[in-house]
């Protein structure tokens, strides 16, 4: 069994970080709605959800990916590179907790867990806006003992690594080509997007099971047509904030 820990949407999620994208108005029932159905989503995949404190006034809150790499030996909570997401991490440290040793990004390093890409004994760290190399090089100090390994990989064109590139299989990335050089993930089979779906690398595996967003319907054919097992989400709200189906929860499992 897994547990997903997630967070409830805040109200105030319309004056969110936006770094890519124009403003667009968020409807907050409808994201609230799909925000519940990604739970169930999440509990179907054999999750058993926790529910962070709410966190009405951090706009950002719902994207708990962001404020902690959670390892089998360990978690990191983050510092996130945007100064107004830094006040939540608290909270996830103290649920956190009760399940791993944790050990913190200290200042002035920047990291958002979105810009972590775990795959085995890998870390992944996507240089971005809101991490550094030395946010980077705070990780691999923090997990050097326990074998880990950090690669920094240059993004470009979106928010964080994840938004280009996620682990669908075991040794099976798939990605966005054109916001992550695929020459760097050369020892790994590499699904790309459908072209018109620049936003579809962004996937939630759990287990055996992906979690997808609804829309990209061209690049879902491709992962089923490569015999992965689809589970479609509808994302569409939170992606106005810039959110994709790996940013609302952090899942634990009793092994990693
Ligand atoms: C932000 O800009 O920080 C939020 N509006 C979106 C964060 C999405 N998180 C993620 O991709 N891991």
Redesign the pocket.
Known sequence: MRTALVRDLSPEIGR????HLARAPIDIERAMRQHAAYLQALTAARCAIEQLPPAPDL??GV?V??TAVVLEELAVITR?G?AS?RPETASVAEALRRYRPIDWIAEPATL???DVLVSGRTLFVGLTA?SSTLGAAELARITVSAGYTVRTVPVTGC??L??AVTEVGDRTLLINPAWVDPFLFEDYRLIPIDPTEPFGA?ALRIGGVILYPREFTRTAKRLRDEGFEVREVAAGELAK????V??CSLVLTANG
């Open positions: 969110c970080e936006l770094s706009p950002d994207f990916e962001d996130p945007a997401r958002d867990g979105g809101r928010l964080h994840k938004s962004n904030a810039e959110g994709g790996t940013c």
